[in-house]
């Protein structure tokens, strides 16, 4: 089966961790963003891949990675639809095609229900659904049985029928390209669609996020790392006699876990990443490649980005560190946020005993906190700027 | 007949392929496979020495087969079918493959043909004798009719499906043509397994996905024939298709293919439910009327059942209670034994049980009726040992239910007795004839109420599921009628996402209960709307203040409630009676969400079975 996968664009909602980053190459335990998304199609025998790029890091991530598997088309214009229309040549000769948005992480099992449903439905339409609290925030599906009736991008028409998001991976028949030529929408090319041919479910239950917002990329961690069954650990990793490693970890080649660190997972820790002397790593937090922790320091629920750093004596909690951000010694993140500030994609794993919402500091690449720093809860810290 | 699932398959293999009976092995395999689609009778037929040789039966599939032998079928050519009745009887000659009169053509078939009645006079008139009461039967004579005026099989067997109207998926094999497997398809799914010196059809991929991942998916108006070696296929019009290029790789795990894009029959049963709940609504018959009658002339009324058909009872006797004032009371199956002097003449019983085999409920009905006692039946298995053994029983229509963890027949369930109480309440003189035809046409709104919690509020139970995969207890509170629901609930959680959880009234919850509630303990409150509204504010206000995390399923307009919980799912206004079949559905999702998010198999939860038939 032939996929169109899109991964360009610019990722607006995602700033600063986008600022001049691709966010299909924001890493979540270990891994690109999109290569949670080539992973599950390849899997589910989705392995003929258009990848459409609008950065050249992304299409030199794909060409080594995945070449064997995915071309690479530049989108020409903005937005989905000029997207889409950039790989058409791809797919002139095809019935149906499998299109997937390069920003979801999800288990494979997902992208294996679309492709089943797809088959056993007799060669329909699929569009895959998953019940979200928040749907105003994506595409909502109007369902009747197993049955897509309606498609609609507009929340206040089906906010109180539907709380269905689109799953942002579907299998549709070519013709959509030509919906697309005659200047519909994409939504409103699904919604033609799903009024033309019948169009069934592919109905999601498991974890799914959106890689949309800066701390979707905690929400991600939580989930993907929640799910770890087993811990990991590279007979290359350096690990200090002294160091204490709990609940299931992966601890990559070259990583140096020094004397005293305790880390208790779920927990991951990338290739050559650096924990200094007596630093706590907690739960859900990812040191990605290369990134180091400094000595005496606490890190909970954080993603540090590839090559990020944070010096000695540091509390960082529900944040993330952009590729190559520095923060310096003895900085102190806040994290919780007042009671009337409304953010959209609550954090999962939040609520249940102190009902407390939770978010710290967002660093964007090579962005820089001065030592000592008190920052104070959702900061954003645009990229190469230093804060304060 | 409006809702009928069954399960078709056939396979034919060169005479090299193994022993003579492997073919049937193979077929009964298959049909293990397919018992999903239904599990009412059995049956396969083969051709063996020019000859066609039918076995068949009324039951399970290991219980026909341990009677007569599906598997031990020689030949080389084998259909199979497995059969799921609503309407009319599961029997031996109901059973398909269905044969013509000369007994060289066998046919099985998933759908229904419409025009059956007047296709089996025109049939009759010409001499044709029918056995069953099926409308498969037609199409088997149809063949036998015009293969005298065909040359050929396949040119009989398309001018018999010209005359046939309605949905079908059928398999057809004619002694004169044994190596040979006719099909067809129109609204009934229908796919080709591309095996190696061995073809196949099925309802479903995973029946043949031992043998071979290729695949053809048979279109809707497509005929054509399967021999060992070849495929035949024709679309509408007669032109042949390019087999070669249809052929799909399938690259999956078999399970995942019968579940209609979902990943958990659970989730698939959950969703059916307005489906479940229109289809019992339609099939409400005389039955009511006849049950209600013998409640009227009861000396006392008794409930009896186990797990959640338990709860179900326990909303039907307060319904009796409450309603048409007779004192009714619910028992647990398996303590019976409490009541085996009390119970007897004059009494009625009413049994409830999905499978309609339940042990202890079977075992139970039998004592009070050798005592004397009058027994009624809830049951969504047509025929099955309780229903046979009961004076009347009334089914739901729930269709065949996977999933461990009951959904759709617990709902189904509570639909049936509710709908009995008004009768019986009616014909006490309890309730105005107004009144009852006001509550009946509240119940009738069950499907469309369902449909719309279930999309509207699936979002936040998925939610509230993960945040109940931390916890390792939650209490359930309600009242009146409430509390059968809230029992549910907490059997729900308890079984498929292992979490320890229990139900109490909710003003019993002070009497012990409460001891156990810290910052962050989960309580679901269930609010009707009903005269219990205002208590049930002063339970959540006593939680709240122990620190509990208060969930509420409450009615629309009690914003006075609503501000007190951390999380509420409100449902409209609704009369009681109908307010238990909505607000199981939002506990239920919780339920099964809890178990996804703690990476539990909602379908077969751990120790436990579908249908208990040991004591």
């Known amino acids: 089966m032939k996929g169109l996968v899109l991964a360009g664009g610019k990722g607006l909602n995602m700033r600063p961790l986008s600022q001049d980053y691709p966010k299909v190459l924001l890493k979540v335990a270990g891994k690109p963003v999109i290569d949670y998304v080539l992973e599950g199609l390849i899997s589910a025998g989705v392995d003929d891949l258009v990848v459409v790029v609008s950065d050249e890091r992304v299409e030199e991530h794909i060409v080594r990675k995945w070449g064997m598997y995915a071309s690479v088309v530049y989108q020409e214009g903005e937005g989905l639809e000029a997207a889409i229309l950039s790989a058409l040549e791809y797919f002139k000769n095809f019935k149906h095609f499998v299109l997937a948005y390069g920003d979801i992480i999800a288990p494979r099992d997902f992208y294996k229900l679309i492709l089943d449903t797809y088959i056993n439905a007799g060669e329909n339409p699929i569009l895959s659904t998953v019940p979200v609290i928040d749907v105003e925030s994506y595409g909502i599906a109007i369902i009747e049985g197993n049955v897509i009736a309606d498609v609609s991008h507009e929340p206040s028409k089906l906010l109180k029928k539907s709380s269905y998001a689109l799953a942002g991976a579907y299998v549709l028949p070519t013709k959509l390209f030509d919906y697309l030529e005659s200047n519909y929408s994409l939504p409103d090319a699904l919604s033609l669609l799903v009024k033309e041919e019948k169009t069934f479910m592919a109905h999601w239950t498991g974890y799914w996020i959106d890689i949309g917002y800066p701390w979707d990329i905690i929400a991600a961690n939580c989930y993907v790392l929640g799910n770890l069954k087993r811990s990991l650990i590279s007979s290359r990793a350096k690990i200090a006699s002294t160091a204490i490693i709990e609940g299931p970890v992966i601890i990559e080649e070259n990583a140096v876990i020094d004397h005293n660190a305790v880390i208790k997972g779920p927990a991951y820790i990338g290739k050559g990443a650096f924990i200094g002397m007596n630093t706590f790593i907690r739960k859900y937090t990812s040191i990605e490649e290369g990134a180091v922790v400094g000595a005496f320091s606490e890190i909970k629920r954080s993603s540090f980005q590839a090559e990020s750093s944070a010096g000695s004596y540091s509390l960082i909690v529900d944040s993330v560190l952009g590729f190559r951000a520095v923060m310096e010694p003895r900085v102190t993140v806040l994290s919780a946020l007042a009671e009337d500030k409304r953010i959209l994609r609550e954090l999962p794993l939040q609520g249940i005993i102190k009902k407390k919402r939770k978010l710290g500091v967002f660093m964007g690449p090579e962005s820089r906190i001065k030592a000592g720093s008190i920052i104070q809860p959702f900061t954003l810290i645009d990229a190469k700027s230093t804060f304060p | ?615």
């Open chain 2, 1 to 615: 007949m409006n809702y009928v699932a069954c399960g078709i398959i056939g396979v034919t293999a060169r005479k090299n392929r193994g022993a003579s009976s492997r073919i049937a092995e193979i077929v009964k395999k298959g049909l293990e496979k397919l018992e999903y689609r239904g599990y009412d009778s059995v049956g396969v037929a083969a051709i063996y020495d020019n000859k066609i040789v039918v076995r068949k039966g009324k039951g399970k599939l290991s219980e026909v087969n341990r009677r007569v032998k599906l598997d031990k079928v020689l030949g080389w050519t084998v259909v199979g079918h497995t059969r799921w009745a609503t309407h009319g009887a599961p029997s031996d000659v109901n059973a398909h493959p269905h044969i013509d009169c000369s007994g060289r053509i066998a046919v099985v078939h998933n759908g229904i043909i419409q025009n059956y009645v007047e296709l089996k006079k025109e049939l009759t008139s010409k001499g044709h004798h029918f056995r069953s009461e099926t409308d498969t039967e037609v199409l088997a004579h149809l063949i036998e009719e015009y293969l005298e005026e065909e040359s050929g099989v396949f040119q009989a067997f398309k001018r018999a499906l010209r005359r046939v109207k309605g949905s079908y998926a059928f398999g057809v094999i004619v002694a004169d043509e044994p190596d040979k497997i006719f099909f067809a398809r129109k609204d009934s799914p229908l796919v080709i397994g591309v095996g190696e010196g061995m073809n196949f059809i099925a309802s479903d991929i995973p029946a043949f996905l031992e043998y071979t991942r290729n695949v053809i998916i048979v279109y809707d108006g497509e005929v054509g024939f399967i021999t060992p070696d070849s495929i035949y296929l024709e679309d509408e019009s007669g032109v042949p298709i390019d087999v070669k290029a249809r052929i799909r790789k399938i690259d999956w795990t078999p399970d995942m293919a019968k579940k209609e894009g979902y990943p958990h029959f659970m989730i698939k049963e959950i969703h059916e439910q307005p489906r479940a709940l229109r289809d019992t609504l339609r099939g409400l018959d005389e039955s009511v009327e006849k049950a209600s009658e013998l409640i009227l002339e009861a000396r006392r009324v008794y409930f009896v059942a186990a797990g959640t058909s338990y709860h179900a009872c326990l909303v039907g006797d307060y319904l009796l209670n409450v309603l048409a004032g007779i004192p009714s009371l619910s028992m647990i199956s398996s303590e019976y034994k409490k009541y085996r002097r009390s119970i007897g003449e004059g009494d009625v019983v009413i049994a409830v049980s999905q499978s309609g085999e339940t042990i202890d409920t079977l075992m139970a009905i039998r004592v009070f009726k050798k005592n004397g006692a009058k027994v009624i039946s809830v049951s969504n298995i047509v025929d099955s040992a309780i229903p046979r053994e009961s004076h009347y029983t009334i089914y739901t229509r729930a269709g065949p239910e996977i999933g461990v963890a009951a959904t759709k027949t617990f709902t189904t369930q509570l639909l049936v007795l509710s709908w009995l109480s008004l009768s019986v309440a009616e014909k006490m003189g309890k309730l105005s004839r107004d009144k009852v035809e006001k509550l009946r046409k509240e119940l009738e709104k069950a499907p469309s109420l369902v449909s719309d919690i279930i999309a509207r509020y699936e979002g936040v139970t998925k939610k509230l599921g993960e945040e109940l995969m931390n916890s390792s207890n939650a209490f359930y509170l309600g009242r009146g009628i409430g509390l059968p629901i809230a029992m549910e609930g907490a059997l729900k959680l308890k079984e498929i996402a292992y979490i320890h959880a229990e139900a109490y009234p909710a003003g019993e919850s002070k009497h012990g209960p409460i001891a156990l509630v810290e910052p962050g303990f989960p309580v679901v409150f269930l609010v009707f709307e009903d005269e219990w509204k205002r208590h049930m504010l002063g339970n959540i206000e006593e939680m709240k203040a122990r620190g509990a995390y208060a969930i509420g399923v409450i009615p629309e307009g009690s914003d006075f409630i609503e501000e007190r919980l951390d999380k509420a799912i409100v449902i409209p206004k609704l009369e009681p009676i109908v307010g238990t079949i909505v607000y199981s559905v939002p506990l239920q999702l919780i339920a099964y969400y809890a178990a996804v998010a703690k990476g539990y198999d909602p379908d077969k939860p751990r120790n436990l079975a579908k249908t208990v038939t040991v004591e």
